[in-house]
């Protein structure tokens, strides 16, 4: 798939009819594409041009808490008074619906644009929005869901946007590297893992993508990081290591923190109710927020 690089600041008001700008990537078609792939070019281009920052949360493991993390992520920055949105591109697990307890909602179309699912402010989009059953499986080879994760991208009507946090399947496969070649310029990536040797090896496979792709990576968060019993608040460690910290400082790359095991989180998660407005005053909710305030103080100097 051709790389879709973005130029960023061009004052061009997403305008490519009247655009004199010779550096953005769709100013002119290229050679082989036709007309209308040089205008769903165009169209993703204009899109992303309305989104100052956009991040991927990834991780190389499955069933370390990547989604936890996105909608919490995501939620945080709405409620720090930015306007985001979130992009679930795990075409064959989406848990972002059920996560914000959006499993009944469907995506409406406006003429050619889709629009996304929007609560408390925060614009919400999935391939769950768009099954008629929640149960379905979907059995696609890599270059439909490419062309799914285009749609996403290009038609859905994400507005003017602050951030878009985009939630991606395990691995290093077809869903990431489409988000990263379909996107061009982003901010980065964050890193999810946990505590044990067997996810690290994983994750270290998904630093090794971020530097052949020349994606940044804005920090590793280790998540399930000790236990901390709601009664005593005493902190217990459940699984043995401290990789999240020791692979940051091997890869060079910011150490975001550690996320503990919390009953509440997975509570939040199965009801449908974010975290960390949910359950504030808690020890966990605190640690997600250093993690925010990391990623706000990285836009401020960026």
Known sequence: ????????????????????????????????????????????????????????????????????????????????????????????????????????????????????????????????FLLENKDSAIIWRGPMKMGVIEQLLRDVDWGELDYMIIDSPPGTGDEPLSVVQLIGKMDGAVMVTTPQDVAAADVRKSLDFCRQLNLPVIGIVENMSGFICPDCGKETAIFAGNNGETMAEAAGVPFLGKIPIDPAVGKACDTGAPFIYHYSKTETAKRFESVIKQILEREETD
């Open 1 to 128: 798939m051709p790389e879709t690089k973005v130029t960023e600041d061009t004052g061009c008001g997403g305008n490519c009819d009247s655009c004199a700008v010779s550096s953005c990537d769709a100013s002119e078609q290229r050679p082989g594409e036709s007309a209308d792939d040089f205008a769903k070019r165009q169209q993703l281009t204009k899109r992303m041009l309305g989104i100052k920052h956009k991040i991927v949360v990834l991780s190389g493991k499955g069933g370390v808490g990547k989604s936890t993390i996105a909608v919490n992520l995501a939620v945080s920055l709405s409620l720090a008074g930015k306007k985001v949105g979130l992009l679930d591109v795990d075409i064959h697990g989406p848990s972002i619906p059920t996560m914000l307890n959006l499993e009944g909602a469907r995506a409406q179309s406006s003429g050619n644009s889709i629009l996304p699912v929007e609560m408390a402010g925060l614009k919400v989009m999935s391939l769950g």
